[in-house]
Structure formats: C-alpha cells, structure tokens
C-alpha cells in the first residue's frame, strides 16, 4: 500500500497564472475527493469523483477551477487565472468502493499565490 | 444543515497527562458517521477512528479512547498519559449516510494539541 501521493508538494506562482496538481490514489479505490485547507481551518470538501465520474461539486469550486479524472485513476485539479484568495493546502483522499469508508489522505499541495 | 464544532483551538500539556478533546455535532440526520483524524506538522491527515450512529459504544485503542453520546450530540477524544509524538492538530469530521456510500466529510476547525516534555 503506497498512499495517496500528490505533486508537486509546493507550489509559488504569480497572480493571474494557471496551476495544476496531481494526485495519484491507492490504487484498488475508485473513490477520490479533493479537499482544500487554509490556515487555522478545516478541510473544505470540493469536488468527489466515482471511477471517471465527477459526482459533486461544491460551492467553492468556482469556474476557474477545474477537476479530472480520465480515466479513473489519477486526478488533476486546475486552477485558472489564481487569485491570492486560493492560497491554501489542496488535499486528496481516496477510499475504497465499500460504503462509507474511511478516507486516506494524501500530504497535500501547498499553493501560494503572490 | 451539518456542522461540527471543536470550541478548543489549542491545548498545552505536560507529557503524561491526559488530555480530552472535546467535539459537538450537529446534523438532522438519524444515519451518519464520526471519525477523528490527526495531522502533524508534515501536514498528511492520518485516520483514528470511524463510529456510525447506531453504535454508542465507546471505544479504546491503547492510549485513546472514544466517548459517543447522542443525547449531547457529542464524539469526544481522550489522550491518556500524552507523549510528545501526539503533538498534533486533531480533527473532528461528520458525514452523512447515504449518499451513494461516499464520505463528503464537514471538518471541525481542530484543536491544537501541544504535549511538552
């Protein structure tokens, strides 16, 4: 079992530029989300997928972010044209396809916008 | 709607004492599920424990132990005799059943727990 990994674990870019993460899930679960965190907080649920299926998508995944799973294997989040409010930890968990499992997370991609 | 509440955002002790970890929830629904996650300063979220709402028995687990109470609508975390590995921001998480057997969590804000020699 080698966990959910994500890239890269930091990331600095300017205002107004692109940005893509990566997360790899273990590889037997078909569930993945994503999460986001900022300073002294929670994680926020964003977006969940099943397989290749994009599921839900919360409030905060405005239109500037993006998420995909292709092939129902790894994932990719987008963020277009960062704004210095998206500076957080973008987290991804995976579980297994029993119900209500226990999510595994992975050690997240640290994004700061400047 | 779905919260949860951890109103202790830091805690300090002195190595071997024990330390609780108080959580209060709210949801309006009857089937759901309860888990404590730690994260430490490397920042990955490690699983402690998943409790469904059928089940109030508490739980131990070496050191830690669980008290479920769905009269107060509470899931509190005990550190018995802490050790400075436990230094760590611990989570509180709710989700409800039945969402096609995904677990959308709603994260508590942490508590800070700082266990010194």
């Known amino acids: 079992d080698t966990g959910v990994s994500q890239d890269p674990r930091h990331k600095i870019t300017k205002r107004g530029q692109n940005v893509t993460f990566r997360c790899d899930p273990i590889s037997e679960h078909n569930r993945l989300y994503w999460y986001r965190q900022t300073l002294g907080q929670g994680p926020e649920f964003l977006t969940y997928f099943q397989n290749e299926a994009q599921l839900e998508k919360s409030r905060l995944l405005s239109d500037r972010f993006s998420a995909e799973r292709p092939k129902g294997s790894f994932s990719t989040l987008e963020i277009q044209r960062t704004e210095q409010g998206d500076s957080a930890m973008y987290l991804c968990?995976?579980?297994?396809?029993?119900?209500?499992?226990?999510?595994?997370f992975g050690s997240g991609t640290q994004l700061s916008v400047l | 709607a779905q919260k949860v509440t951890q109103a202790q955002t830091e805690i300090s002790v002195v190595e071997k004492e024990d330390v609780t970890l108080d959580c209060v929830y709210e949801t309006r629904d009857t089937t759901y599920y309860l888990f404590w996650y730690k994260q430490p300063p490397s920042g990955e979220l490690v699983f402690l424990i998943r409790?469904?709402?059928?089940?109030?028995q508490n739980e131990i687990s070496g050191r830690y132990s669980w008290n479920f109470q769905k009269s107060t609508s509470s899931f509190n975390f005990t550190i018995t005799a802490s050790q400075v590995v436990d230094s760590a921001v611990y989570f509180c998480?709710?989700?409800?059943?039945?969402?096609?057997?995904?677990?959308?969590?709603?994260f508590g804000a942490g508590t800070r727990l700082a266990v010194h020699p």
């Open positions: 409790r469904n709402s059928f089940d109030e």
């Open positions: 998480a709710l989700s409800e059943a039945g969402r096609g057997g995904y677990n959308k969590l709603i």
């Open positions: 968990a995976s579980s297994p396809p029993a119900a209500n499992e226990k999510l595994f």
